[in-house]
C-alpha cells in the first residue's frame, strides 16, 4: 500500500520560511516523479513544483521560481520543498505526489491528473 505522508506546514510571516517534506512508503521511490501541488480555498489544484526519478530534474511555476526549491534523497524515500521569502498569496493546502517514471517527465509533470498518489496535504499559512 502506497503512502505519502506531507509535514512542515504551519502559520508563518510573510518573508519567513518553511520546509515541507513528504515521507513515501510502498513503492520503488526511484522510480516516481514527484511533485508538489497547492489548493487555496476556492481555488483548483495548482502545479507547484516537480523533480524527476534518477536524474533530478526539476521544474516550477513561474510565482515560486527563486523563492521555493524541491529536492529528493533517494534513500530516505523522502521529497522536500523549502519555501523561502513566503508571501501571503502562498496560503494553501499543500499536497505531495507521485507520478510513475513510465509517463515522459518533460510532458506530464505539470497535470494533476498525470500523478498516480497523493498525501493527505499539509496547511501553509503566510500572514502579512
Known amino acids: 500500500q502506497v503512502q505519502l505522508v506531507e509535514s512542515g506546514g504551519g502559520l508563518v510571516l510573510a518573508g519567513g520560511s518553511l520546509r515541507l517534506s513528504c515521507a513515501a512508503s510502498g513503492l520503488t521511490f526511484s522510480m516516481y516523479t514527484m511533485g508538489w501541488f497547492c489548493q487555496a480555498p476556492g481555488k483548483e489544484r495548482e502545479f507547484v513544483a516537480t523533480?524527476?526519478?534518477?536524474?533530478?530534474?526539476?521544474r516550477y511555476i513561474d510565482s515560486v521560481k527563486g523563492r521555493f526549491t524541491i529536492s529528493r534523497e533517494n534513500a530516505k524515500n523522502t521529497v522536500y520543498l523549502q519555501m523561502d521569502s513566503l508571501k501571503p498569496e502562498d496560503t494553501a493546502v499543500y499536497y505531495c505526489?507521485?507520478?510513475?517514471?513510465?509517463?515522459?517527465?518533460?510532458?506530464?509533470?505539470?497535470?494533476?491528473?498525470?500523478?498516480?498518489?497523493w498525501g493527505q496535504g499539509t496547511q501553509v499559512t503566510v500572514s502579512s
Open positions: 505526489a507521485a507520478q510513475h517514471s513510465i509517463r515522459n517527465f518533460y510532458t506530464h509533470y505539470r497535470s494533476s491528473l498525470e500523478y498516480d498518489y
Open positions: 523533480i524527476s526519478g534518477s536524474v533530478g530534474d526539476t
